[in-house]
């Protein structure tokens, strides 16, 4: 089974290096997708053994993780996993996400930083943005996802072919949520553990996030 | 009121020749040149005849003429600005494309 592991990256050359090297080690096939980075990401992915493309403009995560999921069909992938580059993911994991879909057909699993396993959260997230974004994707897009936001996610050939991803900022999260459900797709959350390094997007992110979606409904 | 009304010519006869202009060279379309020379006709015809606006808000019960220009620029405005947008949004969607295709060409191996 052609398994693929695709990692959109920007200027990430201080963790990117760690984790191709625990993903190395794992019998899968490892795309990078570096978008545009101004540092030596792309140098470094170069020097592991994995496919390294690259956006020559910077086009956000959403766009990459496309760009590294039409690279990954073209070579034929069976499954493809989306992981960070920033190393908030355990490689060792990948195997308990991609087993729904290996054992019990679903088409989609979104890993979830709520069911179970420990993950440190800062406080204003776990708290705040995160029961915010819950309700929002339980109202208005009609998600019943207990992680609203998860990056760590594998999807069956066809869901691939499928769920285009057409948000190119970091709203494609969401995106892929609400085309999983509109296609009416097996899906299935595991429990997944979460390194915070920093911290992230915080709330202007998030508004961010909702600006991209309120205007992707406007204008369709 | 009358410098006024000569300030605003000139403005609009100078607009109007730069629209006719760049119609010439083809860099607007037949369809932007008319809906531009209309809107500052319009102008040009409000600013002579300022008793048409008051004439037209009555109809549209409105009080004053100045209120009605007033609603109409703004809703104007926020029309060509969601154009804007929504033009800003394809041509990044466009980008995006172009990118992604470039990069599926150029990749290295392991």
């Known amino acids: 089974m052609n398994i693929f592991i695709v990692i959109p990256a920007y200027n990430e050359q201080k963790r990117i290096g760690q984790v191709l090297k625990d993903l190395s080690a794992l019998p899968y096939k490892i795309v990078v997708v570096d978008d545009a980075s101004s540092d030596d990401t792309y140098q470094l992915a170069c020097s592991y053994p994995v496919d390294v493309l690259r956006h020559r403009i910077n086009r956000d995560q959403g766009a990459a993780l496309q760009t590294g999921n039409e690279y990954a069909l073209s070579q034929g992938a069976d499954i493809i996993v989306h992981f960070d580059a920033d190393g908030q993911f355990l490689a060792q994991e990948i195997k308990e996400v991609i087993k729904p879909i290996v054992e019990e057909n679903y088409d989609i699993v979104f890993g979830s930083r709520f069911l179970g396993k420990k993950s440190e959260l800062p406080f204003f997230k776990e708290k705040i943005i995160f029961p915010l974004a819950r309700i929002f994707n339980r109202v208005f897009l009609g998600i019943k996802l207990s992680d609203p936001q998860s990056g760590f996610r594998a999807m069956t050939r ?26 009416k797709l097996k899906i299935k959350e595991v429990p997944i553990t979460v390194i915070y390094h920093e911290f992230g997007q915080g709330l202007s992110g998030a508004f961010k996030i909702l600006k991209d979606l309120l205007f992707s409904k406007i204008i369709k | 009121m009358i410098y006024l009304q000569i300030l605003v010519t000139i403005f609009i006869v100078f607009a109007l020749s730069k629209l006719f202009f760049q119609k010439q060279k083809n860099k607007i379309s037949w369809t932007a040149l008319l809906f531009w020379s209309f809107l500052w006709l319009v102008v040009l015809i409000v600013f002579w005849e300022p008793e048409i606006t008051s004439y037209l808000a009555n109809i549209l019960g409105i009080g004053r003429g100045a209120d009605l220009v007033l609603y109409l620029s703004v809703i104007l405005i926020f029309y060509l600005l969601f154009r804007i947008f929504v033009r800003l949004n394809r041509i990044e969607s466009d980008i995006t494309k172009l990118v992604r295709s470039d990069a599926l060409k150029n990749v290295r191996k392991r």
């Open chain 1, 158 to 183: 066809t869901t691939a072919q499928n769920i285009i991803i057409e948000q190119d900022g970091k709203a494609h999260c969401n995106e892929i949520m609400v085309k999983a459900h509109e296609n």
